[in-house]
């Protein structure tokens, strides 16, 4: 069909151009020189103009219309509907309010660094307004009568609404602050002590990399402020950091960023540059970094191999058993800080922004009651109170862009991790016994061969079912954090 | 003026689009994972097609016909001149020949690899003569009646024709054909001895690039195979490499690509991202890398104080004094290579080369008979014969990917880096006792001044003119080579 072919080689090429503007973006964190900030600004700027004008080229409408879905293959018809998605999202938001939203979160996001520092809710108050206005303004046009909050959730992760969200989330949540309450009441476990060489960090989190599988003739790991995984297909590149008080941050930032690479690296050859050559959703996403990083990287066997590492590399730390160790990688504290908490708490963190954000998307919250809001529902879940606002609704820069329908996709992720690594043990039975000798083969490998390689063909509810076996849902990642804890603190 | 208005917004994105373009480039040569060239081909391609629309978009065409030149003032015709001189180039090339270039060089540049490394004129004379059967009839549509050396030409300097650069290397060639068999009568000067550290080699590397007045704010140093510049504008960025028997090559490589690299961040300011906002063609560009290197680098003075600094980073490399380590610096010997020459021989190779694909494209040699015609001249100028084809017509990739009418350019840059430096001693009298101290500061200054701030707002024999006051020719660089050689080797 010629209109599919041209569809396909149009496509090809916007694909290529969105991963040159992604290797920008990993340019800019980890070599750009730091006078070139205004110029990469114009040529994102070019990049992004260029992009959009591709998304919304009548060609593509035209090309579109003249297809019959019902001669295409299954993999076609994939390719069609991820096709067919971004145009029809890209034409529903007039171009006058995309360049409103791009200008108005720019300034944003410096009025949030601002407030941050001065610890301002008020300072960020107006122009947070601003933001949400227009952002409920595109989701309308996206929605097209339907839900604002479901349209814009539709853009990280398709086929899942906030009414999904708020059953799962519902049973989430007094399950965690049960388990939380419990955990707390206990003695906590031993810290590390000392101060760990920053070489011999990033020596070990090359070596970790390795372990779970990725790819460095067809990635690289930097240094940035932030750990982030970019680029899909033969080029992915990770970023890590190190704090020599705490190589844990180190170590897990690069397994968990290792987890996003390597859904990218393993996806089908036959996909490289089409339409389902990306993971199909954030929500899946995050299911492959946070069982690479939680349900594998910090298990009691896998976490045994890494204490004979970490000896190895930095003799005594403090920790003298594979037990005690396994307890510090696992320890549970109290925090104010989302990007800072361990697996019990975190998935509190993000209900919170979930019930917050979908308030001011549907109007029942206004932006000045955020903060009291934000506090009041903090110290029902965590039982103490925020103590400033960059410990609290300023601390996290995602509504300052403009993202609204993000947050929840993290615990999505852990919901959906469960269910796979709740399969994941039935079809590896010997998993420990592999993980305690740092060999993640067997999983990683299964990983690969039930979800990763799919990359888009399938829709992100329909390849958890397909790889886990049955619907998703809360019970597995409950039911695996309720036993890992009370193991470590006998409960 | 809308369509002028218009014309330059839309080249803005062109040229932000043209520094991303660049920017890739710079990314495969320094730190490109290695599996990832076949997808960054695919990318780099998409990035083509889109600059290569855009150059030939008939809009552009629409709004050079709307504009009256009569109305402009001098940097707006300059910038309509530049515009419009792209465009014509673009729009003259059949979009089918132009991607049958682009094939046919892709093959050939692979195929020159294979032949040079089995020293095979014969494996690679056939796909040499499809490239230049394109390129001649590629030269025939841009000349449009005109000598098809002359419209290549343009492509890089334009304004210089093929008869300008005959007049100029004529007088070049026995001059330099006679110094050189003076030199060479004389005895060696001593070399350097021992090994130098890489790490050091680059410490110092990167002082020099600094003393020469490097922005590393908007620019960074990395290794690569081959030594270049890239960019414009508020992010250049160049490579060096190191060789642990001769750290000249890593000194004197940085410090010609500072040369380059400076002319890009001296443009003003108000040029970014414009038409202007570029060196203004490949020769004015070498006459930059070129006085960096040779006339300030190699000078007495400046030599006088990298000893100390070589002595300091290496101890004892058997050089005993400044005069000795000068003349090490500047030894001229026997070789077959372009890229290895010294400042007297280098232009001999590219008088070579200039003749011989002046008369492939006029179709007066036959690339059958490259081959013997090189070999006959290398002896004829060097007076000892060519021992392999890879010391001899193989050595350089430039005839591989379609490029005729660029090695001349680079005679053309010391040529023109004669006149500024005449200029410039008379500019700057107390020069030497400056660079003894190893600063360049009023060298560098009056090259920004007089020369690179203009970017392209002036045509490169103009701008050369307005510096160095008089209308190019050998003669400064030729008295300053039999000056400066008659010194060290006591003609």
């Known amino acids: 069909m010629p209109a599919f072919d041209d569809l396909l080689a149009f496509d090809h090429t916007t694909q290529a151009l969105g991963q040159v503007a992604g290797r920008l973006g990993w340019d800019q964190e980890t070599v750009m020189p730091r006078g070139a900030a205004d110029q990469r600004a114009e040529e994102m700027a070019a990049m992004e103009s260029v992009l959009h004008a591709r998304r919304t080229d009548p060609k593509v409408g035209d090309w579109l219309a003249g297809i ?7 993999v076609e018809a994939a390719k069609l509907r991820e096709i067919k998605r971004s145009y029809d999202r890209a034409n529903r938001v007039p171009a006058d309010l995309a360049a409103q939203i791009a200008r108005v979160t720019s300034t944003a996001q410096g009025k949030w660094a601002e407030a941050r520092k001065a610890d301002d809710y008020a300072a960020f108050s107006p122009v947070l ?12 046009a996206l929605a097209g009568g339907g839900d604002i909050y479901d349209a814009m959730l539709d853009d990280y992760e398709p086929g899942t609404t906030g009414a999904d969200l708020e059953a799962m989330f519902g049973a989430l949540r007094p399950a965690l602050t049960n388990l939380r309450a419990a955990i707390l009441d206990k003695p906590a476990p031993q810290g590390l002590t000392g101060s760990f060489d920053e070489a011999a960090q990033l020596r070990l989190s090359a070596t970790l990399a390795q372990r779970f599988g990725y790819d460095l003739g067809h990635g690289r790991i930097d240094k940035a402020v932030h750990p982030f995984s970019s680029g899909s297909g033969r080029d992915v590149r990770i970023t890590t950091r190190t704090n020599p008080d705490d190589p844990f941050n180190c170590f897990y930032s690069t397994i968990h960023e290792v987890g996003h690479a390597c859904y ?18 954030m929500g899946v996403h995050e299911s492959q970094s946070r069982i690479y990083e939680n349900q594998l990287g910090r298990s009691r066997a896998f976490t045994g191999w890494l204490y004979g590492q970490m000896r190895d590399a930095f003799g005594d730390f403090g920790i003298d058993s594979e037990d005690a160790f396994y307890a510090a990688v696992n320890r549970v504290s109290n925090g104010y800080i989302r990007t800072e908490a361990d697996e019990v708490q975190y998935n509190l963190h993000v209900l919170l922004r979930f019930d917050l954000e979908r308030a001011l998307m549907s109007g029942d919250l206004g932006v000045p009651d955020l903060e009291a809001a934000w506090n009041d529902r903090f110290e029902a879940d965590f039982g103490y109170a925020v103590d400033r606002p ?25 919901v959906y991790a469960g269910c796979l690594y709740e399969a994941l ?4 039975p010997d998993l420990d016994a592999q993980l305690a000798k740092g060999d993640t083969t067997s999983a990683t490998g299964w990983l690969r061969d039930n979800l990763q390689k799919h990359g888009s063909l399938y829709q992100p509810r329909e390849i958890i079912e ?12 409950l039911a695996y954090l309720k036993d890992k804890f009370s193991g470590i603190y006998k409960l």
């Open 68 to 74: 019959d879905p019902a001669t295409l293959n299954e």
């Open 129 to 140: 307004a601003e933001v949400v206005s227009l952002k409920r303004e595109e989701g309308a």
């Open 264 to 281: 990218e690296q393993n996806i089908d050859d036959a996909y490289l540059l089409s339409p389902l050559g990306r993971g199909v959703s």
């Open 390 to 414: 960059s410990n609290g609704v300023l601390q996290d820069v995602h509504w300052s862009v403009g993202l609204f329908g993000y947050f929840p996709t993290y615990s999505l992720g852990n």
């Open 425 to 428: 043990r039935g079809a590896v």
């Open 466 to 477: 397909r790889a886990s076996g049955s619907a998703p849902g809360p019970e597995p990642l």
